[in-house]
């Protein structure tokens, strides 16, 4: 906990995760515009893990009435299954709010049965690829004036797209995409006015990575047979060269021992004819 090592130095990610609690609490109206950016600014001021604390400790978490001290503690990584991944329960705070600014709901954490999400001038990004889900159908109601929202889930996720845009729209090219057995449905409703709700497919950065992996491996395995083909080749055109030098020669010798043995007849018959014409001539003694 952070009251331990409160001189443990805070990450982007935890600074983050304050600033969400920020954000419901503004939406929820237990503080007001002017709290809201002081305590946002001394969020981002933050340096170790002691001056993030008193920030949240008098808010409390989206439908509880005990004030918790938000988590900074990075969580245990577990089973990708999808059906460990449905857990039930209330999930995650199920506002978010971006006025002139942003918000972001992304790694480790539970998606609820509903998330309202608003944004005004601003833009928000909610990455489902690694959280969990309290339910087997959620949904995000997404109301965009001229602002903008992500939504990005994982391969096997089922989406529905139900959102209504006036000058704006809502992302259908996942919409209809047949989920996985087991998978959550994720239903996109609300409204865009000059603004727009993007729903995008993307693997995690584990799984890109992993991905990117088995590819360079299947490019060097490609690579170690192409050189195995290559090298047989080549042992099969020196094998192949061989035997028809070896041919080569075999014909050549052949070749000269028949002109050998004709050369030999012919000087035999020239000799047969050569004592031939001497016995005629001197007779036979």
């Given amino acids: 906990m952070t ?5 443990l130095r805070a990450s982007d990610a935890d600074r983050e995760r304050v600033a969400e609690v920020l954000r419901d609490a503004l939406a929820e109206g237990r503080l007001d515009m002017e709290e809201f950016e002081e305590r946002l600014e001394a969020t981002y001021k933050a340096r170790t893990y002691g001056e993030l604390t008193p920030i949240t400790r008098d808010l409390p978490g989206a439908g509880v009435t005990a004030p918790p001290v938000v988590s900074l503690s990075k969580e245990v990584p577990r089973s990708g299954s999808w059906a460990g991944r ?4 209330e999930g995650s705070s199920s506002w978010a709010v971006a006025i002139l600014s942003g918000f972001q709901r992304k790694g ?3 998606m609820p049965k509903r998330l ?5 001038w601003g833009g928000g990004e909610i990455d489902l690829r690694e ?3 309290a339910d087997h159908e959620v949904e995000i109601n997404c109301v965009a004036i001229m602002g903008g ?6 391969p096997g996720v089922e989406v529905v797209v139900r959102g209504l845009g006036i000058m704006g729209g809502f992302d259908q090219r996942e919409d209809g995409v047949r989920g996985e057995p087991g998978a959550p449905r994720v239903i996109v409703s609300g409204f865009a006015f000059w603004g727009g709700v993007g729903v995008e497919r993307k693997v995690t950065r584990a799984e890109r990575q992993r991905l990117k992996e088995e590819r360079r491996q299947e490019k060097l ?7 195995e083909l290559q090298e047989s080749f080549r042992d099969d055109a020196h094998e192949a060269h061989r035997e028809m030098l070896d041919a080569h020669l075999d014909m050549r010798r052949r070749r000269h021992e028949e002109r050998w043995e004709r050369h030999e007849e012919r000087r035999e018959r020239h000799e047969e004819r050569r004592e031939r014409r001497r016995r005629d001539r ?3 003694h």
Avoid: H, N
Wanted: aromatic share 14%.
């Fill in 3 to 7: 009251d331990d090592a409160p001189e």
């Fill in 282 to 284: 001197y007779g036979d």
């Fill in 108 to 110: 480790r954490w539970t």
């Fill in 116 to 120: 309202s999400c608003f944004a005004f």
């Fill in 221 to 227: 395995d490609r690579k170690a047979t192409m050189k």
């Fill in 131 to 133: 959280a969990d889900f």
């Fill in 149 to 154: 929202m992500q939504i990005i889930v994982p």
């Fill in 86 to 89: 449905v857990v039930g329960g």
